[in-house]
């Protein structure tokens, strides 16, 4: 589905309350409205393989609808430990479907525990030092070159090799992260 539509149908908008300036150089409270498109939960368990399955049904599906459009992108957000086994084969399958317009593309955004440095927009796997980011990094997909121009217009060194992968980044590497990831059209 366009990300217009998601956009444009949250599960809920809450009203908080937001500090604005007060044009005299005070805060003044105020409400905004605050839309919610999913609850974040947390119960134990990683099942990546079955969320790549899914994955694969989803896009399976819109390209039966949409053979000519761009290929979808599956955004993977995890710590890294699948808790029902390799999820390598799934990853396999996903990205071996196809639009007119090219294959799908699986980008990993790995959160881990174990820590080290941020790893963002890699080439290789040498800067991991956790197995599970190894994993996350050989079933991510290279990025398209229009992604990689785009990257590098970013400040990010890219090269042919660079994958949709980020370990352990902050909150602007992950947005960062997300915009590079999702866009879909050339620089020009």
């Given at each position: 589905?366009?990300?217009s539509e998601v956009a444009d149908n949250p599960a809920e908008v809450q009203e908080r309350a937001k500090k604005v300036p007060d044009g005299a150089g005070g805060l003044v409270e105020t409400t905004a409205s605050f839309p919610i498109w999913m609850y974040p939960t947390?119960?134990?368990g990683t099942p990546m393989v079955a969320a790549l399955r899914h994955a694969h049904w989803l896009v399976s599906g819109w390209l039966e609808t949409h053979p000519g459009g761009f290929p979808p992108i599956v955004l993977n957000l995890s710590d890294g430990e699948s808790t029902d086994g390799d999820p390598s084969a799934a990853a396999r399958e996903l990205t071996t479907l196809f639009s007119a317009d090219g294959g799908?593309?699986?980008f990993n955004l790995h959160v881990s525990s174990v820590g080290g440095a941020p790893v963002e927009f890699p080439d290789s796997d040498l800067a991991l030092a956790d197995p599970h980011a190894k994993l996350l990094f050989?079933?991510?997909s290279p990025l398209p070159e229009h992604m990689r121009a785009y990257a590098g217009s970013q400040g990010k060194r890219v090269s042919e090799a660079t994958r949709g992968f980020v370990y352990n980044a902050d909150?602007?590497?992950v947005v960062q992260f997300l915009d590079i990831g999702t866009r879909a059209t050339d620089l020009r």
């Open positions: 589905m366009p990300l947390a119960n134990g799908v593309l699986l050989a079933i991510s909150i602007s590497a």
